[in-house]
T-cell receptor
Framework: AQSVTQLGSHVSVSEGALVLLRCNYSSSVPPYLFWYVQYPNQGLQLLLKYTTGATLVKGINGFEAEFKKSETSFHLTKPSAHMSDAAEYFCAVRNTGNQFYFGTGTSLTVIP | NAGVTQTPKFRVLKTGQSMTLLCAQDMNHEYMYWYRQDPGMGLRLIHYSVGEGTTAKGEVPDGYNVSRLKKQNFLLGLESAAPSQTSVYFC??????????????FGPGTRLTVL
């Protein structure tokens, strides 16, 4: 069975500070992992994904995430937060049947 | 390409009324999904389809029905709406296999309120 846990439903950072959003997963098979971003009143957009290969993946808008199998984690980071990063972020895992399981989301606030 | 579109964007129903949400995609995707999004619960899969004429239950299918008569359309029906079905509904689609098959494309959502 697959599941995703996002630690911290709300995260606040100052503009220019490091962004760290945590995601841990459970999967009975090698996971495909995703981070999506949702801006207010919009659908979800793919930020980045890990399927196979390099464990450090880079996405759009300066975000990156590292797949750590030993820790079953896929944390999302960005070195310097921008006001436009304020949004809801979702971690997701995909099973072999192309079903996706989403975490409960982390709301990121950027303080000027 | 319009991508994934959803109709309507907003709807208010009374308890017991029925309605159908329409999802359309112009990317020739085989897979289509319906999710509901509730505060603090993330996205939960209602039903999905792996191709025209096929549907399957997801995590929270009760109270909903779906149909995929055409590859580009995926309909979500509520036969007798209940207040517990007040939510934001998202449709998504993806390829079956090959490059890009692991990426879902989402519609803008439908905000449904059941009084």
């Amino acid at each position: 069975a697959q599941s995703v846990t996002q630690l911290g439903s709300h995260v606040s950072v100052s503009e220019g500070a490091l962004v760290l959003l945590r995601c841990n997963y459970s999967s009975s098979v090698p996971p495909y992992l995703f981070w999506y971003v949702q801006y207010p009143n919009q659908g979800l957009q793919l930020l980045l994904k890990y399927t196979t290969g390099a464990t450090l993946v880079k996405g759009i808008n300066g975000f990156e995430a590292e797949f750590k199998k030993s820790e079953t984690s896929f944390h999302l980071t960005k070195p310097s937060a921008h006001m436009s990063d304020a949004a809801e972020y979702f971690c997701a895992v995909r099973n072999t049947g192309n079903q996706f399981y989403f975490g409960t989301g982390t709301s990121l606030t950027v303080i000027p | 390409n319009a991508g994934v579109t959803q109709t309507p964007k907003f709807r208010v129903l009374k308890t017991g009324q029925s309605m159908t949400l329409l999802c359309a995609q112009d990317m020739n995707h085989e897979y289509m999904y319906w999710y509901r999004q509730d505060p603090g619960m993330g996205l939960r899969l209602i039903h999905y389809s792996v191709g025209e004429g096929t549907t399957a239950k997801g995590e929270v299918p009760d109270g909903y029905n779906v149909s995929r008569l055409k590859k580009q359309n995926f309909l979500l029906g509520l036969e007798s709406a209940a207040p517990s079905q007040t939510s934001v509904y998202f449709c998504a689609s993806s390829f079956l296999g090959g490059v890009g098959s692991d990426t879902q494309y989402f519609g803008p959502g439908t905000r449904l309120t059941v009084l």
